[in-house]
């Protein structure tokens, strides 16, 4: 059953088509999908009541992501398995809800610290990408430009990364976990097209969450200042997964905290 409250916090994914649907947009679906599926969501108070949802460290649009997170108030007490299979029924396809638990104290916004990402780049000889990490990884400080509402902002993309990698390549120190959760099977076979895999790689990334955010996009402009690399013709974001960092600079799974005050793994 629930917590006290009737709050309940979920992994969703954003797949497929929907990495090019904004925020707002995606909140719209998940809204009609409640409504759809008759779920018993609270409602604000006033002249224009809204669902009591609030959605934590949103990927941006274009981005796909296997790890976003919401938490939502109900008006009254629902199984979570019951819950979890009304939202699976009437979300389109690519938003999926991965799980539901009932939400334990603590703030979740605060435990999304930062982001795992996985970009494959396409265009680029993977020497030339090869070099481009371990100079930006040598690197102190690498600014580059965003252009936002507010006009042109400089960023500093090497303060925000933990981590990056260029996964499958030995001489960049890919851990084994970092093959696995990066899609090892989805890698071309050099022997089945090495032209294509001569100019394909995937970067493994770990960036913190700073404000103003630093994303894929602007790690990937600072691999082009630090090494001179062109555009790539293809860059496909995913998150992987978001959390808290600890000391060794590992994410932290941000609902484990609620399962444990639950009692549930």
């Known amino acids: 059953m629930l917590s006290s409250g009737h709050r309940v916090r979920f992994r969703y994914t954003k797949r497929g ?5 904004s925020h707002r947009d995606l909140a719209r679906v998940f809204e009609r999908a409640l409504r759809r599926a008759g ?3 609270a409602y604000s108070e006033g002249y224009s009541p809204h669902p009591r949802i609030s959605w934590a460290g949103a990927a941006p649009t274009g981005v796909a992501s296997e790890a976003e997170y919401a938490e939502m108030q109900l008006a009254r007490e629902v199984p979570l398995t019951t819950l979890h299979e009304e939202l699976r029924s009437t979300l389109p396809a690519g938003m999926d809800i991965a799980e539901v638990v009932p939400a334990g104290t603590g703030s979740l916004p605060d ?5 795992t990402w996985r970009v494959e780049v396409e ?12 100079l930006l990884t040598a690197s102190e400080s690498v600014e580059v430009e965003r ?4 006009g042109r902002r400089t960023l500093d993309a090497r303060a925000a990364l933990v981590d990056i990698r260029l996964h499958g390549d030995s001489t960049s120190g890919v851990s084994p976990d970092a093959e696995s959760v990066s899609g090892a099977s989805d890698v071309p076979r050099v022997d089945d097209c090495p032209d294509r895999v001569q100019r394909y790689g995937i970067i493994v990334m770990v960036v913190r969450h700073t404000t103003p955010v630093v994303r894929p996009d602007d790690v990937l402009k600072a691999l082009r200042v630090v090494a001179d690399l062109p555009t790539p013709e293809v860059a496909r974001a995913t998150r992987l997964e978001q959390g808290r960092l600890d000391d060794g600079g590992t994410i932290v799974d941000p609902l484990a905290p609620d399962r444990a005050a639950a009692g549930t793994r």
């Open 39 to 41: 779920v018993p969501v």
């Open 123 to 134: 265009g680029i000889d993977l020497s030339d990408l090869r070099r481009a990490v371990e």
């Open 111 to 115: 435990r999304l610290e930062a982001s």
């Open 17 to 21: 088509h929907l990495r090019f649907t």
């Open 147 to 150: 252009m936002t509402k507010k």
